[in-house]
């Protein structure tokens, strides 16, 4: 996948560019990345790239001829042309995915200011908003699209560590621990020492049914319960340790012993 980046400030993704799995995908080139300086392309003879919007108010409004020929000058065949702006629909888990899947190459434009001329809108394919805020650009929702989408491409990392990730299932992933076994008299949970698999997994599944339910009721009530999921919550509601984790756990302390 080709990303391209149509910025006034390019160098805001120097750290995002090479650091971390963005820095790693690009060297196994599973993804490819193009900055782009929206002010090469102005023909303002001041070089400008801005100018107070028509009819009055507050700010500057960016100017649509620079963004215009730089799309021109850098859109590949194909490639989607997005835009970030508060009318776009609200960028989520599942975007990112249809992005990935679709392995098509996009090119993000990144207002600034007070906003971006209206005449832009008729070059841009898709509007997206990473949510009901304000920003000073475009540059860091550009930089979590980049981000959510290449972590899901084939290669960037290990496909098992995106299974059980927050929002893969509908749910928020189950809590993780690692040594020691006790810290400040927090302890990590018997039953993941258990070695039993099948009683850790319906753990975990009802750990992730109760954090969903506690802090992100709305995923919660849109999440499809099957049989399994309404007893692990009765489970929930009694406060008492289940017999098929007391279980495991018992035959797991006399299996390391």
């Not at 120097?14 to 995908?25: M, P, Y």
Request: aromatic letters at 10%; a neutral charge.
């Amino acid at each position: 996948m080709r990303i391209t980046i149509l910025t006034l400030f390019p160098e805001m993704f120097d750290g995002f560019l090479n650091n971390s799995i963005i820095k790693r995908a690009i060297s196994k080139k599973v993804v490819s990345f193009s900055i782009v300086n929206i002010r090469d392309y102005t023909k303002d003879k001041y070089g400008r790239v801005d100018s107070a919007p028509i009819g009055g108010g507050a700010g500057l409004i960016m100017k649509c001829q620079p963004i215009v020929d730089a799309i021109n000058a850098n859109k590949t065949p194909g490639q989607k042309v997005v835009l970030f702006t508060p009318r776009g629909n609200i960028y989520n888990q599942q975007k990112a995915h249809e992005f990935a899947k679709n392995n098509q190459d996009l090119l993000l434009i990144c207002g600034h200011y007070e906003g971006i001329d209206e005449r832009i809108n008729a070059y841009v394919d898709e509007m997206i908003s990473i949510g009901d805020y304000i920003l000073t650009g475009g540059e860091i929702p550009a930089m979590i699209v980049s981000d959510s989408v290449t972590r899901l491409l084939e290669g960037a990392i290990s496909q098992e560590s995106l299974v059980d990730e927050s929002f893969e299932q509908g749910l928020l992933e189950y809590p993780q621990y690692t040594e020691p076994y006790e810290f400040n008299g927090q302890k990590v949970p018997d039953i993941l020492y258990s070695g039993n698999h099948q009683a850790i997994d319906k753990y975990h599944k009802k750990e992730s049914l109760r954090l969903t339910k506690e802090y992100r009721k709305d995923l919660f009530d849109k999440y499809p319960l099957s049989k399994q999921d309404k007893k692990l919550l009765q489970e929930l509601d009694s406060k008492e340790t289940p017999s098929w984790e007391t279980t495991a756990i018992n035959k797991g302390k006399k299996f390391m012993k």
